[in-house]
């Protein structure tokens, strides 16, 4: 898995907050663009509201959920730090959600009423709303205190580990840069020094 793919498979938010990883020149964006943001909530599809994945998204959408982003990984690396998060990064979110509130849409079936859970507002918001629901759901979780960051060198990913040994955002990723390194430094050890 190349280092521009997006992580996925975490909790959404920090799905959200692993799309800005480390790489030689520094912090990358995969969200810096409308085509890499559809591409994501494609990826993403099944956890989002079909109103939210059905519209592609223009360049007024990218800095809501920007800044989603921003005041989830505030928050979630507080508390890998043992601090308190900050209240702008909770107040941010907060605000995010009351942008705009999910509504039961009621419908007839033939059968049955139906509810529908939707947004209204531009797609930016919404999407921004829906990503902020899942950064409380994360930091409300008692499984937050599992919370880990990925143990290899400049990785910045964060991760629930399942099992209580994982080390790494992916075996694939920094596993297998983590191991070969190993390899290199057991086989090679004066050019180590020198590195």
Aim: proline share 8%; glycine share 6%; net charge neutral.
């Amino acid at each position: 898995m190349p280092d521009s793919e997006p992580l996925t498979g975490e909790a959404l938010a920090l799905d959200l907050i692993n799309t800005r990883p480390m790489s030689t020149d520094g912090r990358v964006d995969l969200l810096g663009t409308p085509r890499q943001l559809a591409r994501w909530l494609a990826l993403e599809a099944d956890r989002l509201q079909e109103d939210v994945t059905a519209v592609a998204p223009a360049q007024d959408d990218l800095l809501p959920v920007h800044i989603v982003r921003e005041h989830t990984e505030a928050a979630v690396r507080a508390l890998l730090n043992a601090t308190t998060p900050p209240a702008s990064a909770l107040h941010g979110l907060t605000d995010a959600q009351r942008a705009a509130p999910p509504v039961r849409e009621l419908g007839w079936d033939g059968t049955t009423v139906t509810a529908t859970s939707r947004r209204s507002g531009p797609l930016g918001v919404r999407l921004a709303a829906a990503l902020a629901d899942a950064a409380a759901e994360l930091l409300t979780d008692p499984a937050i205190g599992r919370l880990k960051e990925c143990e290899a060198g400049e990785c910045l990913m964060v991760f629930l580990p399942s099992h209580p040994r994982r080390r790494w955002c992916s075996p694939i990723r920094c596993g297998n840069r983590a191991r070969v390194a190993r390899y290199y430094r057991r086989h090679n050890p004066g050019d180590a020094a020198r590195a």
